[in-house]
């Protein structure tokens, strides 16, 4: 069933009774029955193609509901499982979440700390129980400065890169540690390198430099830096949502968001869920039109 997909837990099954389990699997049929019909529902209209989040709210719904810090990350990420779930469920076939700023250094170190280990202790259980990797055939990036984590959750980052390189469904992006501007400074750096090995290259083949030097392009175009941006081979998003009413983008994916429809719905990110992302897609159809008009025209002004 969908929720056993998202957490599974033995000891909870034991401990209810025949007519408990009955009772659930009734309502997560109907509610399956009942979400297939929306989807086909909204499946008429334009659906996107990719969606970002920037999850937001993790720490003040910790401290709203007098809890841990740790347990607000910890239910968000349920409910980014969840998330993936319903995404694939409606035909999303990218999806990008903002996990972790390079700006969130700053914060205090027993807090970064406490991050870094949820994040190896979340990563290592997706290795370990692949139920949600394995319905969605999903390949997992992880999009960032990852020299700049530490070495047990960079190492399993890497491991399950890896171990989901071949699947070819829908395609998980996680921006950790990650800004934007540090990705455009990657890029530029990269594309450099390039131009650089380039040039040797074409040296050491020719003893005409005059030559050499003609051979390769001097200007540097937009396409040459999508080459080396870390979403290169993946559309820009559609849809960028920002939970708990913020409207900054924070330094998320600037480079790729130029026609994106930015929402910022009130729920904290824990607190978001399937009615918040159909009503998100409903924002997405209305507005649709106006993106693709403003699309068309940029394509002109070229």
Not at 14 to 31: C, F, H, R, W, Y
Not at 100 to 128: A, C, G, H, W, Y
Not at 258 to 279: A, G, I, K
Request: proline share 4%; with cysteine.
């Amino acid at each position: 069933m969908f929720a056993s997909l998202i957490s599974h837990d033995p000891k909870m099954l034991n401990e209810k009774k025949p007519d408990e389990i009955i009772a659930t699997g009734v309502l997560e049929s109907l509610q399956n029955f009942l979400r297939k019909c929306v989807i086909a529902v909204l499946s008429y209209g334009p659906m996107p193609k990719h969606v970002a989040f920037i999850m937001d709210g993790n720490r003040r719904y910790a401290k709203s509901r007098s809890i841990k810090e740790g347990t607000g990350h910890r239910v968000g990420f349920s409910a980014l499982m969840a998330s993936l779930l319903y995404c694939y469920e409606m035909g999303v076939k990218y999806i990008t979440v903002y996990a972790f700023s390079i700006d969130n250094f700053k914060r205090d170190p027993t807090e970064v700390q406490t991050l870094m280990e949820l994040m190896e202790e979340k990563i290592n259980e997706l290795l370990e129980n692949k139920n949600v990797i394995n319905k969605v055939n999903c390949k997992i990036n992880f999009w960032g400065n990852l020299d700049m984590l530490t070495e047990p959750v960079r190492v399993a980052a890497q491991k399950l890169m890896a171990s989901t390189a071949q699947n070819t469904g829908l395609v998980f992006s996680v921006c950790m540690p990650y800004n934007s501007t540090s990705e455009i400074a990657n890029a530029v750096n990269e594309l450099c390198k390039e131009r650089k090995d380039m040039i040797q290259g074409q040296h050491a083949g020719s003893c005409n430099s005059q030559t050499a030097n003609g051979g390769t392009r001097s200007d540097i175009s937009v396409a040459d830096l999508d080459r080396h941006m870390y979403t290169a081979g993946c559309p820009d998003p559609d849809i960028v949502i920002r939970t708990s009413g913020e409207t900054r983008l924070s330094n998320f994916l600037l480079w790729q968001t130029t026609f994106s429809h930015l929402q910022n719905p009130d729920p904290l990110w824990p607190e978001f869920s399937w009615r918040h992302l159909v009503w998100a897609i409903l924002q997405y159809q209305r507005v649709y039109p106006y993106i693709e008009q403003n699309k068309t025209l940029a394509k002109k002004q070229l």
